[in-house]
Structures are given as C-alpha cells and as structure tokens.
C-alpha cells in the first residue's frame, strides 16, 4: 500500500515547528537555557506571549567543524529532527529548541540519542498530552 509508512498528520513535523529565522536563533542562544546531552546540546527558550501557546518548534544545527563533510553533517541533522518528531508531545508548548549536534551523535545508538533527549525535555517543564 503507497504511503502506509507515512506518519500520521499529527506526528508530522509541520513548517510552524521548525525554527527558521537567525533572530530565533540567536534570541534562543542568548537567552535560553541550556542542557549537554552528551551528543548534542540543546538550548531552549519560550517565546514571548503572543506565541505561547503555538505548538513548540526546534532548529538543527551540525557544523563542518564539529561533524566533517555534508553527508555526515546531514545524517546528524535527519538524526535529531526524527527525535524531536518522535516526541514532541515531551515540549511544552511555546518553547523553541535548539540542538546542536556534537561528534559522538553518529557513535551513539539512536535510542541511547532519544532517550538523553527526553531525559532533557523533563527539564522544561509540563508538557501537553500526545494527540490521538
């Protein structure tokens, strides 16, 4: 069947939850919190009150210094956008994300990655329940 390996509309990480612009950015890295993971690095921030309540939205990072050439680089981004599409429902809304990717993330075990992930997502607060 075409398209059964889809993932369901609500599972789907839409256009509003990617941070996309460099003042979100840096409005993150300035003023957010941060939390190592070991592989990655995330730092999150809420948005101001016009946009609490907006689904949460995460940007990747993986530099040529830190992760080599284009394929390895991509291979981390895809990595860490697949766990934060996996477990959004573990950030509260209104929160942006930033996960910068380290070296040892290609190394790790993918669900050894997800669940230092969701070890850190219990350090932001109450999240809102998965959808059905």
Excluded: Y
Aim: glycine share 6%; with cysteine.
């Amino acid at each position: 069947m075409p398209g059964a390996d889809r993932p369901t509309p609500s599972q789907r990480l839409r256009a509003v939850q990617r941070v996309k612009r460099n003042r979100d950015f840096h409005a993150a890295r300035e003023h957010g919190r941060r939390a190592d993971c070991g592989a990655f690095l995330l730092v999150w921030h809420a948005r101001p009150a016009p946009d609490s309540a907006a689904p949460a939205r995460a940007g990747v990072v993986a530099s040529k210094a830190a992760l080599g050439n284009a394929v390895q680089r991509n291979r981390a981004k895809r990595r860490l956008r697949e766990i934060f599409r996996k477990h959004q429902h573990a950030v509260p809304a209104g929160h942006d994300l930033v996960l910068t990717a380290r070296p040892a993330l290609l190394r790790l075990p993918f669900a050894e990655v997800e669940k230092n992930f969701l070890a850190a997502c219990r350090k932001l607060g109450p999240a809102t329940p998965p959808h059905a």
